[in-house]
């Protein structure tokens, strides 16, 4: 059974930086497209970054050019660097394979506000 830990959520200011980071029971990121998606109180969950087995991205226009979305193979990890953070980011921030083929992890709550 997949499991997907998220971690490196929190409080932060308007302007302000995090980095997230996902790991995976079995090496599943590596074999993987693996996407970020978020979902924000009272909205649907919705896709925010992507990133294809050989390092392709991409993302949602809200974010480009503030969110980064990287991979390592070899410690089998996703990570969402997160800059220029605002409100509207306010989020409960998952990952998961494209297509969200395994059981959705706990997320990694994400607070934008002064």
């Known amino acids: 059974q997949v499991q997907f830990v998220e971690s490196g959520g929190g409080l932060v200011q308007p302007g302000g930086s995090l980095r997230l980071s996902c790991a995976a029971s079995g090496r599943i990121i590596s074999i993987y497209a693996m996407n970020w998606y978020r979902q924000a109180p009272g909205k649907k969950r919705e896709l925010v970054a992507w990133i294809t087995t050989d390092g392709r991205t991409n993302y949602i226009d809200s974010v480009k050019g503030r969110f980064i979305i990287s991979r390592n193979s070899a410690r089998d990890t996703v990570t969402l660097q997160m800059n220029s953070l605002k409100p509207d980011d306010t989020a409960v921030y998952y990952c998961?394979?494209?297509?969200?083929?395994?059981?959705w992890g706990q997320g990694t709550q994400v607070t934008v506000s002064s």
């Open positions: 998961n394979t494209a297509g969200a083929r395994y059981d």
